[in-house]
């Protein structure tokens, strides 16, 4: 599961790495890559996550679904690194 889905996560950035921050598929691909790299217990995930926060929130503030989840899944992440208080500012 868990390289397959790295490797997935990987593969949907590079596909979509080119388009302007605008593009949803391009914000859905680094929350996807986010995802997967916080799933294998990689410490990259926290600026991809964080990025994904920030272009949905820039970008994608009319869909609070994405934005929700980019947020909830920063939160995570920051929860898992021991870094509480962060977390619960974004909860």
Same mark, same amino acid.
């Given at each position: 599961?868990?390289?397959? =889905?790295? @490797? #997935?996560?990987?593969?949907?950035? +590079? $596909? *979509?790495?080119?388009?302007?921050? $605008?593009?949803?598929?391009?914000?859905? /691909?680094?929350?996807?890559?986010?995802? /997967?790299?916080? +799933?294998?217990?990689? =410490? =990259?995930?926290?600026?991809?996550?964080? @990025?994904? #926060?920030?272009?949905?929130?820039? *970008?994608?503030s009319h869909d609070r679904n994405a934005v929700f989840t980019?947020? /909830?899944?920063?939160?995570?992440?920051?929860?898992?690194?021991?870094?509480?208080? =962060? @977390?619960?500012?974004?909860?």
């Amino acid at each position: 599961h868990g390289v397959v =889905e790295l @490797a #997935l996560g990987w593969a949907a950035w +590079k $596909t *979509y790495l080119g388009r302007p921050p $605008t593009d949803q598929l391009l914000r859905l /691909s680094l929350g996807i890559l986010g995802d /997967s790299l916080f +799933k294998a217990g990689r =410490e =990259e995930a926290l600026p991809v996550l964080e @990025a994904n #926060l920030a272009l949905n929130r820039r *970008y994608g503030s009319h869909d609070r679904n994405a934005v929700f989840t980019a947020q /909830s899944n920063l939160a995570g992440c920051l929860d898992e690194l021991g870094r509480h208080d =962060e @977390a619960l500012v974004l909860k």
